[in-house]
């Protein structure tokens, strides 16, 4: 069981607005720790798509922004595309467990 | 550009030790960023195993502390691995990853990634 959780799957059709939510607790997300999601294609390494609970690295498309509220943070893609089908991963500091901590991931698949 | 590149057995067996190391390039060990490695099971999340600065200081995962060492070796500019008592459990893509040593940081340069299955 991950620290932090995410649905497993979400899906859209290509030009929709698809969000991912990532629940925390007041340990993590809830207590101020940054939030980062990452971008993982098959077969490769995650990439960081968000830092920072909303900074985009330079290269990722303003179609993805990310935002947080309470104990819970979300990552939002609009204009869907299907070169976006991919998992997509949450990740914070958790000061219980004295680590950094993810979600499970959840699938992207555009319909 | 910083480049990772894990190494290892792709094959341990139940109770022996996994050991992995991470060759850098294109960045020198030095104050200001954090080496580690992160572990996915196939088709599940990713898990933080650990960290270790350039001085050696490491930081684990609690859950894995008691089984997990690293190291540094700045002459090489490499960091290794180990993982004591392996079970089926720790079959995993092992990924080394790099974090700026400034409060919470993402994980921004990640190795390829080396898949370890443990069988007998």
């Known amino acids: 069981q991950s620290v932090l959780t995410q649905p497993p799957s979400v899906s859209g059709a290509p030009g929709q607005r698809v969000t991912i939510s990532c629940a925390g607790s007041?340990?993590?997300?809830?207590?101020?720790?940054?939030v980062h999601w990452y971008q993982q294609f098959p077969g490769s390494a995650p990439k960081v798509l968000i830092s920072?609970?909303?900074n985009r690295p330079s290269g990722v498309p303003d179609r993805f922004s990310g935002s947080t509220s309470g104990t819970s943070a979300s990552l939002a893609i609009t204009g869907l595309q299907a070169e976006d089908e991919a998992d997509y991963h949450c990740?914070?500091?958790?000061?219980?467990?004295?680590?950094?901590?993810f979600g499970g991931g959840t699938k992207l698949t555009v319909l | 550009q910083v480049q990772l590149q894990e190494s290892g057995p792709g094959l341990v067996k139940p109770s022996e030790t996994l050991s992995l190391t991470c060759a850098v390039s294109?960045?020198?060990?030095?104050?200001?960023?954090?080496w580690g490695w992160i572990r996915q099971p196939p088709g599940k999340g990713l898990e933080w195993i650990g960290q270790?600065?350039?001085?050696?200081?490491?930081h684990y995962n609690s859950a894995l502390k008691s089984r997990v060492t690293m190291s540094v070796d700045t002459s090489k500019n490499q960091f290794s691995l180990k993982l004591n008592s392996v079970t089926a459990a720790d079959t995993a893509m092992y990924f080394c990853?790099?974090?700026?040593?400034?409060?919470?940081?993402?994980?921004?340069?990640w190795g390829q990634g080396i898949l370890v299955t443990v069988s007998s």
């Open positions: 990853v790099r974090r700026i040593r400034d409060g919470f940081t993402p994980f921004d340069f």
């Open positions: 294109g960045h020198s060990f030095s104050a200001g960023h954090y």
């Open positions: 270790i600065y350039h001085t050696g200081s490491t």
């Open positions: 007041s340990s993590n997300i809830g207590a101020g720790y940054d």
């Open positions: 920072v609970n909303t």
């Open positions: 990740q914070s500091y958790d000061s219980s467990l004295s680590g950094w901590v």
